[in-house]
């Protein structure tokens, strides 16, 4: 996935992946299904720093930080959630990125400025785990400080100002059964895990192992993990009503916090 729009969305894919439920055979209040506001979205203000010199792509942000030849082609690229990208010049102005997971194309970006220089517009098309339809989503950032010389346009600091998804990316469901808890989304992410401290299996593209705490009845902590590290973290309460959660996301890897909203359906 290209890595301004991981840098946000990567909140919103936690937000997406939160579970809990009493350990009990009483239905939790998180049982249901959700869907995230992006009205109510708000993001770590922390730049976020690339730019593209000399033929070369690079992430100055990512965690780890990493470097592409803007030829068009495959290179490969490790820690992240893709392990080959592929990044093209196609203006002054636009910048094309194309992220695999093995021989599965994950996500197409493309990344344009505006002529004043001063906002990035990136539209994307991410392709689910379950092979359903391409999902389509839009994000707008603002740069921060001026244009560094001799760099291509999108290159710079740039910060979150809004996004917008389908709804298939911004809804989720939760389900308990027993002293497990099951999340699952419309693309196919998903996991079944209990609240014992271990780390349990979990299908997606961001990460592969989760681990649940729960804080009280309203409250929980979810931690995920890639390769044994931990890739984010977010806590997650939902309303004395039980109409409404809010999500604490913490990225620990770039030190980033977002807060988001999600209704039950």
């Known amino acids: ?35 995230i506001d992006p009205g109510k979205a708000k993001f770590d203000q922390k730049p976020f720093t690339v730019y593209l010199s000399q033929g070369w792509y690079h992430c ?13 082609q495959f290179h490969a690229v490790a820690g992240q959630s893709f392990d080959a990208q592929s990044v093209t010049i196609v203006d002054p102005h636009t910048l094309r990125f194309v992220s695999k997971k093995g021989d599965k194309t994950i996500e197409d ?3 344009t400025v505006s002529a004043d ?17 391409a999902q389509d989503s839009s994000m707008k950032l603002k740069r921060v400080g001026a244009l ?23 809804s989720f469901s939760f389900k308990t059964d027993g002293d497990q808890f ?25 990460a592969n192992r989760v681990n649940l705490q729960k804080v009280d009845a309203h409250t929980i902590i979810e931690t995920d993990k890639r390769d044994g590290k931990v890739v984010g973290d977010s806590k997650m309460t939902v309303s004395a009503d039980g109409k409404t959660m809010s999500i604490v996301s913490h990225n620990p890897q770039n030190n980033t916090t977002s807060t988001f909203v999600a209704t039950k359906k």
Not at 148 to 170: I, K, M, Q, R, Y
Request: aromatic share 12%.
């Open 1 to 35: 996935m290209n890595q301004f729009k991981r840098y946000i969305v990567y909140a919103l894919f936690l937000c997406a992946a939160l579970c809990v439920a009493a350990v009990s055979h009483a239905q939790s209040p998180f049982d249901g299904t959700w869907r």
């Open 60 to 72: 100055v942000s990512c965690t780890p930080p990493y470097d592409v030849q803007a030829d068009g």
């Open 109 to 111: 970006d493309t990344v």
């Open 117 to 133: 220089g001063k906002i990035t517009s990136i539209k994307s098309k991410s392709y689910p785990l379950n092979g359903g339809d």
């Open 148 to 170: 560094p010389a001799d760099v291509h346009a999108t290159s710079g600091n740039w910060v979150p100002l809004n996004f917008t998804d389908t709804e298939a990316d911004l």
């Open 182 to 206: 099951s999340m699952t989304d419309p693309t196919g992410d998903s996991y079944t895990a209990k609240f014992d401290g271990s780390d349990y299996p979990y299908k997606s593209y961001g």
